[in-house]
């Protein structure tokens, strides 16, 4: 198993620009989660999905839309780049849970990105 | 919405000391508490988790114990050693974070 993966690794864009980040899963979870991360703010959450064709805001979703049209794939998308959404994002699945509460999530690589 | 502190940012120990990192929380229908670690350039992983029916649970050096009326709980790392050090992130309900201890074990 892979397990989550994230495409791409790194990647520099101009503001004003747009772009999609990838994220596939294996372990056929329900819930998908897409996170910012920067320096001293830990892990900030920007858009979730309980299941398949299914999304929710986070605490930052300003800028980003996603989508969750497959059960395996959380795409992660930036319309208009700006030089504030430089960050490192990592994408992370866990299964629901049912009854017995939440369960652990899955981080993937990561991905780094640049706006100029 | 969920909010979780996450004290100190950085704790410094000696190798061979433990080391104490304390989380709290505001909403008291939350129910899972993991602990990820975080090496530098890489992926959090979970290294333990414990659920509200529970007041501790252990895991060789690492044990987490949670105060469901106080809203806090904390990670306990015995007889530190130098692959410890990394950042540890604590969690409460869905996907809320704390915002990370930096954890150095000085030789």
């Known amino acids: 198993n892979a397990g989550v993966t994230q495409t791409p690794k790194f990647r520099v864009l101009k503001t004003g620009q747009s772009m999609t980040l990838l994220c596939a899963q294996d372990m056929n979870h329900e819930y998908m989660y897409w996170y910012r991360q920067d320096p001293g703010m830990g892990l900030r959450l920007i858009h979730y999905?309980?299941?398949?064709?299914?999304?929710a805001k986070g605490e930052v979703p300003d800028g980003y839309n996603v989508s969750r049209l497959k059960k395996q794939n959380f795409l992660l998308g930036l319309e208009s780049a700006a030089p504030s959404q430089t960050s490192v994002y990592f994408c992370?699945?866990?299964?629901?849970?049912?009854?017995?509460?939440?369960?652990?999530?899955?981080f993937g690589d990561g991905t780094r990105l640049s706006i100029l | 919405g969920e909010n979780v502190e996450q004290h100190p940012s950085t704790l410094s120990v000696q190798e061979g000391d433990s080391a104490v990192i304390k989380c709290t929380y505001s909403d008291s229908a939350s129910n899972y508490f993991p602990w990820y670690k975080q090496e530098l350039g890489k992926r959090p992983q979970l290294i333990i988790d414990i659920r509200s029916n529970v007041g501790e649970k252990k895991d060789q050096r690492i044990a987490v114990t949670l105060n469901k009326t106080a809203k806090h709980f904390s990670l306990h790392i015995t007889e530190t050693q130098p692959e410890d050090s990394a950042v540890y992130f604590c969690?409460?309900?869905?996907?809320?974070f704390g915002k990370g201890t930096h954890l150095i074990i000085q030789p």
């Open positions: 969690a409460a309900s869905l996907a809320t």
């Open positions: 992370a699945s866990s299964y629901s849970g049912g009854q017995t509460g939440n369960q652990p999530q899955h």
């Open positions: 999905s309980v299941g398949e064709g299914t999304t």
